[in-house]
């Protein structure tokens, strides 16, 4: 079994429903709902106890950044307190779109990361073009951290290894430019999960098309035949780390 351990369910070119089942047939039987804004965070909560396998993530991407107000903080300090949720994000900095300045980037990101030390929940991060401010930041993180959609070289490995942070490959990972697919026998194989980030970011061979959750059984086989290691026994380390990382109840 596999997880897609991030993916943006209530975005899809389907009903959520649809999707998670279609996963399940596919042998992704569990599903992780990442938030992006205080609206789909409450709903992708709603969903999750409403969906069997599903798990749900509050946050507020960096791209929402200028929306941000004590009155979210409150807000998904609520979320956090109800147990609803399995961790914060997504949240980080995006020096590469820029849809809101760097200043409300960093002071969205800050407030979040000291919320999740406070409830003790994981957090997941968002960084493109910003990987030195995102760890510099997160130097004050006290609860596990996973780098989502994790595009870095050797440099960056290095020191997610040396923090132990977990590693989220993406479908990015099997494009012929990855510069992340040819170092990924340096990313410590406990903190390692695939994940969609569904509807974007198609792994090949379905590359430029919607993605959904379903697909993560193509990253998973291309990092498996990279590592030199079965797919069942990809499978079971990557779900396992999930698992530990997000505290699911899954037996793996
Ligand atoms: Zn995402």
Same mark, same amino acid.
């Given at each position: 079994m596999l997880v897609d351990s991030h993916t943006h369910l209530?975005?899809?070119?389907?009903?959520?429903e649809e999707a998670v089942h279609e996963a399940a047939e596919a042998g992704v039987g569990a599903i992780v709902n990442i938030g992006t804004n205080i609206e789909d965070s409450r709903e992708g909560m709603r969903l999750a106890a409403a969906t069997a396998n599903v798990y749900s993530v509050a946050g507020i991407h960096p791209h929402n950044a200028s929306d941000h107000s004590t009155g979210n903080l409150e807000a998904l300090s609520e979320m956090a307190s109800s147990g609803g949720i399995?961790? $914060?994000?997504?949240?980080? $900095?995006?020096y590469y779109r820029n849809h809101s300045s760097a200043d409300a980037q960093k002071a969205?990101?800050?407030? +979040?990361?000291?919320?999740?030390?406070e409830v003790r929940l994981p957090v997941v991060i968002h960084t493109r073009e910003a990987f030195d401010d995102t760890m510099d930041i997160l130097r004050c993180a006290r609860v596990p951290i996973v780098l989502h959609c994790f595009e870095g070289g050797e440099k960056e490995i290095e020191e997610a290894r040396e923090r132990d942070y977990f590693i989220g490959l993406t479908g990015n990972v099997t494009y012929k430019k990855s510069e992340t697919a040819n170092h990924l026998h340096l990313i410590n194989p406990e903190?390692?999960? +695939?994940?969609?980030d569904a509807p974007y970011l198609s792994p090949e061979p379905l590359r430029g098309k919607p993605n959904f959750?379903?697909?993560?059984?193509?990253?998973?086989?291309f990092v498996a035949e990279k590592l030199g290691m079965g797919?069942?026994?990809f499978a079971t380390l990557t779900t396992r780390n999930?698992?530990?990382?997000?505290r699911l109840p899954l037996e793996v």
């Open positions: 209530l975005r899809l070119k389907a009903s959520p399995v961790a $914060l994000g997504e949240v980080g $900095l995006d969205l990101f800050e407030d +979040v990361v000291s919320l999740a030390n903190r390692l999960m +695939v994940e969609t959750p379903k697909n993560v059984v193509h990253t998973a086989s797919e069942e026994e999930a698992r530990n990382f997000y």
